[in-house]
Each structure stands twice: as C-alpha cells, then as structure tokens.
C-alpha cells in the first residue's frame, strides 16, 4: 500500500471542505458547518493564515486530510501542536493511512520542538477512543473544554 502525506494547497480548499462535511456527518453536527471554500482558502492560505493542513494520499488518490495549529503552553515554556480535524474516507479506515497521518503531525511537533501534541474526541466515538488509546495516546478526563461561540460569544464581547 502507497500512503503518502503532503502539505496541502490553496488548489485543495473544496477537497477541504468536502472532508470536513464529511467529518460532520459522522459526528453528527453537519449543520454545523458553515464555512465556505473562500473561508478555507483565506484561514489556511492567505496572509494571516491561522492553521495548517495535510492531505493524505492512497496509490495517489486523496484519502484524508488533517488540519492542525499550534499552541502554546505556558506551564512547558514550549509551542504545542493542536490537531483540529483528522478524517480518513470509510473505504480507507483500518489501511493504517490514520495512524501515518498522526505520525506524520507527531513527527512535525518534535521537529518543531512542541512539548505538546494534543486532539479533543467526542466522548461517544469508541473507534476513535480506542484507535488513540491503541499507540499510547491518554485522555485529559480533569481539565473541561469551554467554548464561546455565536451570539454568546458577541454578546460578551460586546459587554462593557
């Protein structure tokens, strides 16, 4: 099996987005997503871009994509990588493309000196949890993730 694992492109925006709307079906979230191919384009590949991206390849046929960024950790003094979305198409899941592409993001973060490398995983998703746990990954159960989003987070922002 070819796998292969390439930074990806402004060319690979709606490619992009079909995966995170694929990503959202499976999480059950799919109206959710709001994000538009420009939106892609300009958060991963313009000026002021904020994240990275990765497209995984099977014999040359686009298979997954990951989309990354990095953090920082004060308590470590050092960046961290946060992976914001891995996905793998169903018809490649168990190819072991998921477990080069995590490899491949671990792989960057030491090169990139991170202390950290760090994903959320929605609690009811087994495959996952137990796909993570399978090489080592461990879950942070004492910390909470709080989120700000749409109009709570305008309406704090905009309180004096």
Known sequence: MSIEIRPATRADAALILHYIRE?????????????????????????????????CLQHGQPIGYAVYFFSYSTWLGKSGLYLEDLYITPAARGSGAGKRLLRHLAQLAVARGCGRFEWSVLDWNQPAIDFYESFGAAAQSEWIRYRLAGDALLQFAEQA
Request: glycine fraction near 4%.
């Open 23 to 55: 990503l959202a079906i499976y999480e059950k979230a799919e109206q959710e997503v709001v994000a538009s191919v420009a939106d892609i384009e300009q958060s991963l590949f313009g000026d002021a871009a904020s994240a990275e991206s990765l497209i």
